[in-house]
């Protein structure tokens, strides 16, 4: 089992690594100068269970963007299971219409 952490709350992932006697997996997450997101898992996760802890909370579009291009190079290092633990779900709210021609975001 390995935990990354992402950006948006790196206190809490450490804290919860430090709980499980896990460490984080080794990663960077960092910004092009455009601010686009750039990821690079640093060790094998190949086969292993990933636990990806990212919060979506403002900047919830950046943070959500994070999280996706972590689950995309988590999958792309061919990690067994991944799964995104967020203690903030970001659009949650929006889970159903609220009128015409308006969108579900939450089931995005």
């Known amino acids: ?61 950046d943070n959500l963007m994070e999280l996706l291009i972590c689950i995309d190079a988590l999958r792309r290092a061919s990690a067994k299971r991944i799964t995104a633990v967020m203690p903030y779900f970001g659009y949650a709210r929006q889970d159903r219409k609220t009128g015409g021609r308006t969108p579900i975001s939450a089931k995005l």
Request: hydrophobic content about 45%.
């Open 1 to 61: 089992m390995k935990l990354l952490a992402g950006n948006s709350n790196r206190a809490l992932a450490e804290a919860v690594a430090s709980h499980l006697d896990l460490p984080l997996t080794k990663a960077q997450v960092k910004r092009f100068a455009d601010n686009e997101v750039w990821v690079t898992i640093d060790e094998n996760v190949r086969g292993e269970d990933v636990f990806v802890l990212q919060s979506t909370s403002y900047p919830t579009n």
